[in-house]
Nanobody, 123 residues
Framework: QVQLVESGGGLVQAGGSLRLSCAAS????????MGWFRQAPGKEHEFVAG????????YSRDSVKGRFTISKDIAKNTLYLQMTDLKPEDTAVYYC????????????????WGQGTQVTVLP
């Protein structure tokens, strides 16, 4: 079992930056691969970025490459998403996710979800 709590969302002008954090509680996160999804109003969940906890291999969608950086702090059991050069189309609720299987870009594959944090980017 793992519990995920996100923080760091907010309102920002286009071109601005935000850092999302996800505090994870589990006996050990080495059994999990973690990532971020987002959901804009009226749309389905969309994979943003993921990281394998042991190998640190990173996956990200093309539209955020060069702007978003996923990272982890093993000592703090915390996952981060540093977002720069934000665009209005990045507006969504961002969710931290975890699963025990291989990394996946399908929302259906993830067993554990945080409550979500709203990111709003103004034009």
């Amino acid at each position: 079992q793992v519990q995920l709590v996100e923080s760091g969302g907010g309102l920002v002008q286009a071109g601005g930056s935000l850092r999302l954090s996800c505090a994870a509680s589990a006996r050990t996160l080495s059994d999990y691969n973690m990532g971020w999804f987002r959901q804009a109003p009226g749309k389905e969940h969309e994979f943003v970025a993921g990281i394998e906890w042991i190998s640190s291999r990173i996956y990200s969608r093309d539209s955020v490459k060069g702007r978003f950086t996923i990272s982890k702090d093993i000592a703090k059991n915390t996952l981060y998403l540093q977002m720069t050069d934000l665009k209005p189309e990045d507006t969504a609720v961002y969710y931290c996710v975890a699963r025990t299987g291989v990394m996946s870009q399908s929302s259906n594959a993830y067993d554990y979800w945080g409550q979500g944090t709203q990111v709003t980017v103004l034009p």
